[in-house]
C-alpha cells in the first residue's frame, strides 16, 4: 500500500515538471523572439539617427536576452532529466508492487 502512495506522490511530482517544462519552453520562445527584434532594431538603428550609446544599449539587451534563453534551455534539460528519472522510479515502483501483490 505504501507503494500506491509513493507511486500517487511520484506522478504528481511528474506533472509538476511536465507544467514547468512547458512554461519554460515559453520563455525560451518569449526570449528568442525578443532576440530577433533586438537583432532587426539592430538593422535600422545607425549613428546617423541617434547617438552610438543607444546602440550599445541595444546591443546590451540583445546579449542579456541571449544569456536568458540559454538559462532557460540548461534549465529545460534539468528538468526533463527529472521527469525521466520519476517515470523509471514509478515504473520500478508499479513492478514492485505487483510483484508484491500475486
Known amino acids: 500500500m505504501n507503494n500506491v502512495f509513493e507511486i500517487i506522490n511520484q506522478a504528481r511530482r511528474k506533472n509538476k515538471l511536465k507544467r514547468e517544462l512547458q512554461d519554460n519552453q515559453k520563455k525560451i520562445r518569449d526570449n528568442q523572439k525578443r532576440v530577433t527584434l533586438l537583432e532587426n532594431m539592430l538593422d535600422y538603428i545607425h549613428p546617423t539617427m541617434t547617438t552610438a550609446e543607444v546602440i550599445a544599449v ?38 514492485a508492487d505487483k510483484k508484491a501483490n500475486k
Open 58 to 95: 541595444v546591443e546590451n539587451m540583445k546579449a542579456d536576452y541571449e544569456d536568458r534563453v540559454d538559462d532557460h534551455i540548461i534549465k529545460s534539460a534539468e528538468i526533463s532529466k527529472s521527469r525521466r528519472d520519476i517515470s523509471r522510479k514509478i515504473r520500478e515502483l508499479t513492478e
